[in-house]
């Protein structure tokens, strides 16, 4: 079983940037591939980001490239997303996800390929 909780989130200006923190614990973390997802509300939960656990292979939505910037520190049992030039479409609930295996490349922006998810925290952005 893996536990997954979040911080980081919080209000934040358009422009402003925000970095959002995933803790895992139960697993041994470097083994496996780690992602955030968002959901705003009335709309599906989308993929943001992912990164495989040799942290060699990382994927993005279009909608975040160049702009979120996810991490990760095995040392730490930690995922880091690094979201900067934000925007109101980025106002969402963020979750961090992990798959119950994953191969050594694994960066899936599928929800159903993810198994354990955190409670989410909330990232609001003010025009």
């Known amino acids: 079983q893996v536990q997954l909780v979040e911080s980081g989130g919080g209000l934040v200006q358009a422009g402003g940037s925000l970095r959002l923190s995933c803790a895992a614990s139960?697993?041994?973390?470097?083994?496996?591939?780690m992602a955030w997802f968002r959901q705003a509300p009335g709309k599906e939960r989308e993929f943001v980001a992912a990164i495989s656990w040799s942290t060699n292979y990382k994927n993005y939505a279009e909608s975040v490239k160049g702009r979120f910037t996810i991490s990760r520190d095995n040392a730490k049992n930690t995922v880091y997303l690094q979201m900067n030039s934000l925007k109101p479409e980025d106002t969402a609930v963020y979750y961090c996800?992990?798959?119950?295996?994953?191969?050594?490349?694994?960066?899936?922006?599928?929800?159903?390929?993810?198994?354990?998810w955190g409670q989410g925290t909330q990232v609001t952005v003010s025009s």
């Open positions: 996800a992990a798959p119950r295996r994953s191969y050594s490349t694994f960066t899936s922006p599928k929800v159903d390929d993810y198994d354990y």
């Open positions: 139960g697993r041994a973390f470097s083994t496996y591939a």
